[in-house]
Structures are given as C-alpha cells and as structure tokens.
C-alpha cells in the first residue's frame, strides 16, 4: 500500500514537470512582444515630441502677441524661443550664440548683443525654463550690446535667469561697460552672492544707489526679476519674495554700452554669471503700474514662474493678511495684520508714520519728512540748499540741488536773482537783484 502511494506520488511530480516545460515562450510570441513594446516606446516618444513643439508654439504665440512690443521707451528685448532671435531659425543643443538678436520692432536698428570670440559665445540650450530654450552662461560666456543710446535718467530691467550656483562676489545680468565711477553713470543689476544671495542694483552717482531684494536667492531655481527706476526710487520684484523699494536720486544710467552675462570694466571681463538666461527686457523709462504688471503677466504666462503675492499664499501661510504698503522714504513695503509704525529709513527722509492694515488694505498716518539738506520736490525730497544772500528777499526759503532763477519779490528790487545748488548743500548766488533806488 505504502509503494503504491509513493508510485502515485512520482507520477504526480513527472506530470506537472512537463506541464512547466510546456509553458515556455515561442520565437513567435516573444517577437510579437518586442514588436509591441516597441510600437509602446515610439508612441511614448513621439508623444512627448509633439508636447515640445506644441509647448514651444505656444511661447512663439505669446512673444508675437505680448504687450511688450508696443509700450514706449523699449531699446532692447532678447529671447530664446524666436526665429528671429539667432542667425539660424532652429539652432540645435551645443549651437554658439555669436549674435543674439534684438526683436525689439519699435527700432529701424537693432541693438543685438554679439560676442567677442567663438570661447566667449554662450551656449543654446533647448530644452531648460519651463521646458523652453535659454541660452548657457556658464561662468565665461558674456555678449555686448551694439547701439548706443546715451544715458537715461529711468530704466526698467526685465529677466528670466536660473543660477546653477551662488559663490561669493557678484553675478552680474547686466552692467554698464566700463569702470564704476560716478563719471561713467555705471550702472549693475545682478545677484550679489553670499552672503547677501540677493538682487542687486546700484549706480554710481554722487549720491550712489545700492538696492536689494527681499528674498535670498538659490540655485536650480527659475526666476521672474525685474526693477523699476524712476530717477528717485527703485521698485524690486522678484518672483518668490516680497517686493522692496529704495528712495535715493539715482541720476542719469550709462547704457550707451553694457555687457550681458558679466562685467566688463574696458580691461578685464568680470562678475560672469554662471547660470541661464532666457529673456531680457530693457526700457529707458520707468514702466506704468499697468504696463509693468501687463509685461509681468505676459512673462509668468509664458515662462510658468508666479510671482509672490502674499495674499494668494492661503490662511496658513504667515503671510496671510499682509498689507503693501507704499510709502516714499521708507523701504518697509508689507506689514502684519494690525496698527504699527515704519521708519523713514531711506536717503534724504526722517522719522517715521503710523499706519493701520486692515483685510490686505492699508492706510497710513502721513508722509515722510524731508531729512536736513533735503527740500520736497513733488513726491518726493531731493538734495537741497538753504536760499540766502538775495537782496530784498525772495518767496522761497530752499532749493533742491541744480541751478534756475528766483523771483525777487523784496520792496525796492525788481528782476530774477539766478543760482546753483550744488549736492554738498552750497548754495552760490551767480546774479542777485536789481535795486529800483536811485
């Protein structure tokens, strides 16, 4: 009984041996599977193709139909997804950027940017911001702007950039050519690296700016930036932080030439950012709030980078309920829910004003004050000097720095008394009035 259940047993373990043996595939059958997995990776393939150039249509679209084109003042706009932006339409990955042009179609004569050298060109990438070209400045590519258009009192900059990393130093976006002295008009827009790792931009006048953003910046992150300078503040955005403002004259700007990428001081090539730059706008005035904000739009929408807003970053962001607040002569721009004061901590303001934030509204007490040496000019308090010295007086008491005339407005004296205010404060009477007396 015993040997026959065991014959039973082998003959179970022999029968479902074969059966597996049996199961094996055939030639035909793995053939048909190959075949079908690679139907599978073309589609997936060519799916992903198409995604790319529709992405890219998209942004041709948008740069055709953006508002930029038409708002005053613009003297150069480069950008990496045009046909028109390089000397071949359709570039491959590793191309040398030698020319990268201006699309700007309010100007007969474009202000292309060019390289020096083959070594200096940067380098075409296709595939980087929002899945878009951009162009590789990799800490020793740099290209110079070709047409010379003076100097400017105002100035808008508009980039989209990503670092591949922050060192020490500056990395400059763009900056005047030639040595930083007031003489030159220099101006610098860049990141000033650890530890600031912020925004930087500065002109170098006599009364020389130096304004930040808010935010510390990082690498492998894609960012929206720009400011906006009036000839008396500067406005910074930038995509992921609060905007700040910085009242100072900032005088006229050199952008006669520049360098984009580094900066050049007319001997050596320096500051070279070591990242990628997708687009760049310049205005030779200081933007509207609505254009600038339709330029932001078109910007954020193409490139998918959101600019910060504090209202938008929901209840349990710890911003939540801030209120701007926009005061001249003082760089606090947000502040908490509730009452407080701010100081008027920027040049040629004092003291400080209460103000109120209520549901993302703010309003305040009052204004800033004109510092000692300053006289209100509009909005605004500019480098002044005390009047004297006219005979028989005149009706007003200060000027703000420059030269003009004064009425003389004293018993006994008729004319124009003129003068000069220099920025140390002197005040020199060039002609005084005339006395009527015989």
């Known amino acids: 009984m015993i040997k026959k259940r065991f014959k039973n047993i082998k003959k179970t373990k022999s029968f479902s041996k074969k059966n597996y043996y049996r199961k094996g595939f055939s030639l035909v059958e793995l053939s048909i599977v190959i075949l079908i997995i690679a139907i599978l990776v073309v589609g997936v393939t060519q799916s992903s193709r198409l995604i790319s150039i529709t992405r890219l249509s998209t942004a041709k679209q948008l740069t055709q139909s953006s508002p930029v084109s038409s708002i005053r003042g613009l003297i150069g706009w480069y950008e990496a997804t045009s046909e028109k932006s390089f000397s071949i339409e359709e570039p491959d990955d ?54 010379n258009f003076g100097s400017a009192n105002q100035l808008s900059i508009f980039a989209i950039f990503r670092l591949n990393n922050v060192g020490a130093g500056i990395q400059s976006i763009i900056s005047s050519k030639g040595l930083r ?24 006048k006599a009364e020389s700016i130096n304004s930040f953003s808010a935010g510390k910046l990082g690498a492998k992150v894609d960012y929206l930036t720009y400011f906006i300078d009036d000839g008396f503040s500067v406005n910074q955005y930038v995509s992921d932080s609060f905007s700040t403002s910085t009242t100072s004259v900032t005088g006229a ?64 962001c710890q911003y939540a309920n801030f ?40 309003q305040a007490s009052q204004n800033c004050s004109c510092a000692t040496g300053y006289s209100q000019d509009g909005n605004y308090c500019k480098r002044g000097c005390k009047v004297s010295g006219v005979s028989g007086g005149t009706d007003i008491s200060s000027v703000i720095a420059g030269s003009g005339s004064l009425n003389c407005t004293g018993q006994g004296f008729v004319g124009t008394a003129t003068y000069t205010c220099g920025n140390d404060g002197a005040f020199i009477l060039m002609t005084n009035c005339i006395s009527t007396a015989p």
């Open 94 to 147: 590793n191309f040398r950027v030698q020319m990268w042009k201006d699309i700007n179609p309010q100007e007969v004569l474009k202000n292309n940017l060019v390289s020096p050298d083959l070594d200096s060109s940067p380098i075409f990438r296709s595939n980087c911001i929002n899945s878009l070209p951009c162009l590789e400045f990799n800490g020793t590519k740099f290209l110079n702007n070709t047409v």
């Open 181 to 204: 002295v007031a003489e030159n008009l220099a101006f610098t827009y860049g990141i000033d690296q650890s530890p600031v790792e912020k925004i930087y931009y500065a002109s170098p």
């Open 253 to 316: 700007k050199n952008i006669s030439l520049f360098t984009v990428g580094a900066w050049d001081d007319g001997t050596y090539t320096q500051e070279l950012i070591n990242g990628y730059i997708a687009e760049l706008i310049i205005f030779n005035r200081a933007l509207k709030i609505e254009e600038r904000k339709e330029v932001e739009k078109y910007l954020t929408k193409k490139w998918k980078i959101k600019m910060f807003d504090p209202a938008m970053c929901g209840q349990n």
């Open 323 to 362: 209120c701007p607040l926009s005061i001249i002569g003082s760089s606090t721009n947000f502040v908490a829910p509730g009452s407080g004061t701010a100081s008027c901590d920027q040049a040629g303001y004092t003291g400080s004003i209460s103000y109120n934030c209520q549901n993302g509204n703010s």
